[in-house]
């Protein structure tokens, strides 16, 4: 069983930035593929980005390619993600989920992955 603890959202002028920590409890944390996703009200909770286990392969969607970017540190089992250069549209819920995984694969389906965080919210003021 693996408990995620998402923290960092807050209300941001567009152009800023935040750092999303999500917390996870277990000690296989580098077993486990990460990723971040995020849902607007009103829409698909969507795949923003994910990263593997061993942390060195990564996936984006393209509409936050080049403003994101993922990071873990197995030591803390810790996963981050640095969002950068906010828009109106990142305006979001945005949870932490994870996945065993012991190949090198990044899911990007929100069904692929079995344990999830509650949640940090995310406005950006245009």
């Known amino acids: 069983q693996v408990q995620l603890v998402e923290s960092g959202g807050g209300l941001v002028q567009a152009g800023g930035s935040l750092r999303l920590s999500c917390a996870a409890s277990g000690r296989t944390f580098s077993n486990y593929a990460m990723a971040w996703f995020r849902q607007a009200p009103g829409k698909e909770r969507e795949f923003a980005a994910g990263?593997?286990?061993?942390?060195?392969?990564?996936k984006y969607a393209d509409s936050v390619k080049g403003r994101f970017t993922i990071s873990r540190d197995n030591a803390k089992n810790m996963v981050y993600l640095q969002v950068n250069i906010l828009r109106p549209e990142d305006t979001a819920d945005y949870s932490c989920?994870?996945?065993?995984?012991?190949?090198?694969?990044?899911?990007?389906?929100?069904?692929?992955?079995?344990?999830w965080g509650q949640g940090t919210q995310v406005t950006v003021s245009s």
């Open positions: 989920a994870a996945v065993r995984m012991m190949s090198a694969y990044v899911p990007q389906n929100k069904w692929e992955y079995d344990y």
């Open positions: 990263i593997s286990g061993s942390g060195a392969y990564f």
